[in-house]
């Protein structure tokens, strides 16, 4: 069954000295201040376009792998993610980092590697990203 995702964002002004809010519609967790600055200089306490995007793909690339790696027998104790989002006023969203530690018993370097790789290629958010260059960055914990 399909589901449906909702965040709004009511924005005032022009670009370079407006600001506005997003707020998570669908989960009603919270509502925070956007603005330029925020996305082509210091956060200041703000969000941006690209942290929201790091925190969508840090969380769907952790779930991607935990699944992949329960598939195959092999359930991690622990997935940690960070995801980097690098933005360039004038280009766009110009690459993303993940960085990956996970913690694996029973499992290999090389086969925790090929898990990290799957689930780079089949989250769903790294595929509606596929125009931007994605590398990873994976570490199996003892």
């Known amino acids: 069954m399909a589901t449906t995702r909702t965040a709004t964002t009511q924005w005032q002004g022009p670009l ?3 600001a506005g809010t997003v707020s998570l519609d669908t989960s009603g967790v919270g509502t925070y ?3 330029w600055p925020s996305r082509a200089e210091a956060a200041n306490g703000k969000t ?3 942290e929201l995007i790091a925190a969508a793909h840090s969380s769907c690339y952790s779930m991607a792998l935990s699944h992949g790696l329960a598939g195959a027998g092999t359930p991690p104790e622990t997935v940690r993610t960070v995801a980097n989002v690098t933005f360039q006023p ?4 110009t690459g993303i980092t993940l960085s990956v530690k996970a913690r ?11 898990a ?3 689930a780079k290629a089949n989250c769903p958010v ?10 990873l960055e994976a570490e199996l914990l003892a």
């Open 16 to 18: 370079m000295g407006g």
């Open 33 to 35: 201040e956007v603005s």
């Open 48 to 50: 941006s376009p690209e």
């Open 90 to 93: 004038g280009e766009g969203i």
């Open 104 to 114: 694996v018993p029973g499992l290999t370097a090389e086969a925790f590697e090929a």
């Open 116 to 118: 990290a790789q799957d």
């Open 126 to 135: 790294s595929k509606a990203l596929a125009g931007v260059d994605i590398t």
